[in-house]
C-alpha cells in the first residue's frame, strides 16, 4: 500500500506491507522492518532493530491524533496515495472562508462580534471558558464576519465551527 | 472515631479522603454534581447525595445542601478536602452550628488566617519574620524614600487596593523612587480607582519553601518539615518537593519553630501549612497560613511515614496527636508532579474530554493520586488536576529518576495532559541542580520555546537520520491507518468501526489562535 505519511511535521512517500507480525516500510529508498504486536487492544509493541517501542495512536477530540511512542506524543496523519484528493486543501490564510473553531470542548462566555462586522487580523471574535479558563478565539485575518453560529451561555465541543470569516 | 463522613469535595481529593476513611474504618459519604453521576469518588464511597447540577456554584459551593446532605444520611464530620468551601470561614461556622465536626480548624482560626493583614500581624507577634515593609499608604516621594532607606534596597512598590502586578515597580536605588512613585500611583488609580501605594522589601529569586504542621486540640503542635514548592506556573504550583532541594537541617529546624509559633498564635487544631519565601541568602519571611490540607500533601507523608489525612480525621475526632516532634524523621525523597488536563504544546489550553485509554505508572516508589479512569469524561466544569504522580527514592537524583520512569510509563489518551511538559523540566539542567525559585518555569518556557521552532520554521521533508521514535510513530501510523482502510495486512482485520474520516490533518489549525 502506497501512502503519503506526515510524522511530526514531516511528509514522507512511503510503501507499507504486514505480513504475520512483520512490517516493512520503505521510503526514502531504504527498506524498513519491524516486528509489530498488539497485547492489548490498540497497544502495540513493535521491534524495531532489537528496540522496543510502546505504541498508541491517540485520537483526539479536536481531530488531531498523536502516535505515542514511549511516552512522547508525535503528530500524525496518513493518506492514501491513490485517494490524495481527500486531503484536507492547504489554503490557511490569505483566501476565501476561514471557520473560526472551538479550540476545547468549553461555554461561550461572549460573543465579541455580530454577523457582518469588519475583523482585523488576530481580533478577538468568541470568548470560550472551560476549567476556570478564558480563551479568546481570534480571526487568523482581516475580513468580514459573515457568520456567527452560537450563542453565550451555549456549550460547545471541541472542533465545532463557532464563526465564519470571510 | 467517627463512623460515617461526607467529603464535601471531588475528584483526586474526594478518592484521597474515602481511602482514608475506609481505612479508618469510616463510612464515606460522596456529594455528586450532575457532571459526576459517574466519577470515580461516587464509585469508591459507600453512599453518595446528589447535590445539584454541574457548576460549582449550583453544587460543591452550596454550603447548606451540603449540610443537609450531612444530616440526612447521619454523618458526623464533613471533610472539605481543599478549594471548593475549605477556606471559607462561615462555611466552617455554619457546619459548627449545625452541631457537626467540621474535619479541619475551627471557623475562628479560618477567619483569623484568612485576612492577610491579621494573619501578618499573627505572625509577627508570634516572633516570625515577615516582609519588611509596611502596608500603610505612601504620603509622597520623600516619604517614599525615608521608607525604602529604613527597609534596604531593592524594594517592591504595590498598590494598596490590588493584585495581578498592576502598579508593581521594583526599585533598586533612590535614583528611582521619583519615577516610580508617580508612574505606579497612576497605574494604581487606572486599574483601581485607587492610588495608594506601599512599599516592601523585594526579594531575589526567592523559593517559596512551606512548612507542614499538625497540631491537637490539646495543644500539642508538630511540625513535618518542609515542601518545596517554587515550581510554580500561573501563581500555581506544578511540581513539589520533599525536602527542599537546599536540604538545610538548620534552615528546617529555624522555620519548623516559627510555623509552631504560628499555629500556637491562632490557636490552630487540624493539620495546616505556614508558607514562607526564602532568599538566597536563606533568610526566610512568612507568606501565608493555608488552614486546610495541601494538595502537596502526599511528599510530606512519603518522607515522614506520617498519614496526614487520618491524623487530621483523628484530631477533629479529639484524638491526641499520634506522634511527637521527636518522632519526626526525614527519609530519602519525594516529588510530586500535577497531571492537568492541559495542552503543554499550546499554551495549557485546558483539554477536557473523553479518556479513551488510561495506563498508570506503577512499580518501586511510585504513587498516583488519580481521581479518572479509562471511560470517564473530564468534565469542563471544574479545575483541570486528574492525578498527582508521586515518586520517592533514597536520594533527590533517584527520587527525579523514578519520576522519569513512571512518567514514560504514563499514558492518558483521548485528551491531552501535561505529562510530555513534565518530562521535560525533569530532563532540565537547571531543574535537576536543584538551584531554582519561583522564576523557574519562566526561564523554562523561555528554552524551550528557543529550542523548539514554530511548526512553519520546521523541515518539511523527513531528514535522513530520522529518529527511532519517528520511525516507529511511522510504523504504527501505516499499519493502523491500513487497517481502516482495508488493505495492505493479510494477518490482522481491517476495523469498520473506525472511519477514515477521522483522519485529518494534524498540527495547529490556523483558526484556532488563543491566547
Redesign the interface.
Known amino acids: 500500500?502506497k501512502?503519503e505519511?506526515?510524522?511530526?511535521?514531516?511528509?514522507?512517500d512511503?510503501e507499507?506491507?504486514?505480513?504475520?507480525?512483520t512490517?516493512l516500510?520503505t521510503?526514502?529508498g531504504r527498506t524498513?522492518e519491524?516486528d509489530?504486536s498488539?497485547p492489548e487492544p490498540?497497544?502495540?509493541v513493535?521491534i524495531?532493530?532489537g528496540?522496543v517501542?510502546r505504541?498508541?495512536?491517540?485520537?483526539?477530540?479536536s481531530?488531531?491524533?498523536?502516535?505515542?511512542?514511549?511516552?512522547?506524543?508525535?503528530?500524525?496523519?496518513?493518506?492514501?496515495k491513490k485517494h490524495l484528493s481527500s486531503?484536507?486543501g492547504a489554503g490557511?490564510?490569505g483566501s476565501g472562508k476561514?471557520?473560526?473553531?472551538a479550540?476545547?470542548?468549553?461555554?461561550v462566555v461572549k460573543v465579541l462580534l455580530n454577523q457582518g462586522d469588519e475583523v482585523a487580523a488576530?481580533q478577538g471574535v468568541i470568548i470560550v471558558e472551560?476549567?476556570?479558563?478564558q480563551?479568546?478565539?481570534?480571526?487568523?485575518r482581516s475580513g468580514k464576519v459573515i457568520e456567527i453560529k452560537v450563542t453565550e451561555g451555549q456549550?460547545v465541543n471541541?472542533g465545532e465551527v463557532m464563526a465564519v470569516v470571510e | 472515631m467517627f463512623k460515617k463522613i461526607l467529603i464535601a469535595n471531588r475528584g483526586e481529593i474526594a478518592v484521597r479522603l474515602i481511602r482514608a476513611c475506609h481505612d479508618l474504618g469510616i463510612a464515606a459519604v460522596a456529594v455528586y454534581s450532575d457532571a459526576d453521576r459517574k466519577a470515580l469518588h461516587v464509585r469508591l464511597a459507600d453512599e453518595a447525595c446528589h447535590i445539584g447540577e454541574s457548576p460549582a456554584a449550583q453544587s460543591y459551593l452550596v454550603g447548606e445542601k451540603i449540610i443537609d446532605a450531612a444530616m440526612k444520611s447521619g454523618a458526623e464530620g464533613i471533610h472539605p478536602g481543599y478549594g471548593f468551601l475549605s477556606e471559607r470561614e462561615w462555611f466552617a461556622r455554619a457546619v459548627e452550628d449545625s452541631g457537626l465536626n467540621f474535619i479541619g480548624p475551627s471557623s475562628a482560626s479560618i477567619e483569623l488566617m484568612g485576612d492577610k493583614t491579621n494573619a501578618r500581624i499573627a505572625a509577627e507577634k508570634a516572633g516570625a519574620p515577615i516582609v519588611p515593609g509596611t502596608t500603610k499608604a505612601l504620603t509622597d516621594e520623600a516619604d517614599a524614600k525615608a521608607v525604602a532607606e529604613k527597609i534596604g534596597y531593592p524594594v517592591m512598590m504595590k498598590a494598596a487596593a490590588g493584585g495581578g502586578g498592576k502598579g508593581m515597580r521594583i526599585i533598586r536605588s533612590s535614583d528611582e523612587i521619583g519615577a516610580a512613585f508617580s508612574m505606579a500611583g497612576a497605574e494604581a488609580l487606572s486599574a483601581f480607582g485607587d492610588a495608594s501605594v506601599y512599599l516592601e522589601k523585594y526579594i531575589e529569586r526567592p523559593r517559596h519553601i512551606e512548612i507542614q504542621i499538625a497540631a491537637d486540640k490539646f495543644g500539642n503542635v508538630v511540625h513535618l518539615g518542609e515542601r518545596e514548592c517554587s515550581i510554580q506556573r500561573r501563581h500555581q504550583k506544578v511540581i513539589e518537593e520533599c525536602p527542599a532541594s537546599f536540604n538545610d537541617a538548620g534552615l528546617r529546624a529555624r522555620m519548623g519553630e516559627a510555623a509552631v509559633r504560628i499555629t500556637r498564635a491562632a490557636n490552630y487544631h487540624s493539620v495546616g501549612t505556614v508558607e514562607f519565601l526564602v532568599d538566597a541568602d536563606r533568610n526566610f519571611y512568612f507568606l501565608e497560613m493555608n488552614t486546610r490540607l495541601q494538595v502537596e500533601h502526599p511528599v510530606t507523608e512519603i518522607v515522614t511515614g506520617v498519614d496526614l489525612v487520618r491524623e487530621q480525621i483523628r484530631i477533629a475526632a479529639g484524638e491526641k496527636l499520634s506522634f511527637t516532634q521527636e518522632d519526626i524523621h526525614w527519609k530519602g525523597s519525594a516529588i510530586e508532579c500535577r497531571i492537568y488536563?492541559e495542552d503543554p504544546?499550546?499554551n495549557f489550553?485546558?483539554?477536557?474530554?473523553?479518556i479513551?485509554?488510561l495506563?498508570t505508572p506503577s512499580g518501586p516508589g511510585v504513587r498516583d493520586d488519580s481521581g479518572v479512569y479509562e471511560g470517564w469524561e473530564v468534565p469542563?466544569?471544574?479545575?483541570?488536576m486528574i492525578s498527582k504522580l508521586v515518586a520517592w527514592g533514597s536520594t533527590r537524583h533517584d527520587a527525579v529518576a523514578k519520576m522519569k520512569r513512571a512518567?514514560?510509563?504514563?499514558?492518558v489518551?483521548?485528551?491531552?495532559t501535561t505529562?510530555?511538559f513534565f518530562?521535560e523540566v525533569l530532563e532540565d539542567e537547571e531543574f535537576v541542580s536543584g538551584g531554582i525559585d519561583t522564576g523557574y518555569i519562566g526561564r523554562f518556557m523561555e528554552r524551550r520555546k528557543a529550542a523548539d521552532p514554530p511548526?512553519a520554521e520546521?523541515?518539511?521533508?523527513?531528514?535522513?537520520d530520522?529518529d527511532?521514535?519517528?520511525?516507529?510513530?511511522?510504523?504504527?501510523?501505516?499499519?493502523?491507518?491500513?487497517r481502516q482502510?482495508g488493505?495492505?495486512?493479510?494477518?490482522?482485520e481491517s476495523r469498520a468501526d473506525q472511519q477514515?474520516s477521522?483522519?485529518?490533518?494534524?498540527?495547529r489549525?490556523?483558526?484556532?489562535?488563543?491566547?
Open positions: 500500500m501512502l505519511l506526515i510524522i511530526g511535521g514531516r511528509t514522507i512511503a507499507f506491507s504486514m505480513s504475520d507480525g512490517a516500510l521510503f526514502d524498513h519491524a509489530i498488539e490498540d497497544l502495540f513493535a524495531i532493530d528496540k517501542h505504541c498508541t495512536i491517540d485520537k483526539l477530540p481531530g488531531e491524533t498523536e502516535a505515542v511512542i514511549n511516552g512522547k506524543r508525535i503528530p500524525v496523519a496518513a493518506y492514501d486531503k484536507p490557511g490564510p476561514i471557520s473560526l473553531i479550540p476545547m470542548p468549553g461555554k488576530n472551560a476549567m476556570k479558563m480563551n479568546e478565539v481570534q480571526s487568523p456549550t471541541s | 488536563a504544546a499550546n489550553l485546558p483539554s477536557p474530554g473523553k479513551t485509554k495506563r469542563i466544569f471544574y479545575d483541570p512518567l514514560s510509563e504514563y499514558h489518551g483521548g485528551i491531552r505529562i510530555p518530562r511548526p520546521m523541515p518539511q521533508e523527513m531528514p535522513a530520522i527511532n521514535a519517528g520511525l516507529a510513530a511511522a510504523f504504527v501510523t501505516a499499519l493502523s491507518f491500513s482502510n488493505s495492505a495486512s493479510s494477518s490482522t477514515s477521522k483522519w485529518k490533518m494534524a498540527g489549525l490556523t483558526a484556532l489562535n488563543s491566547r
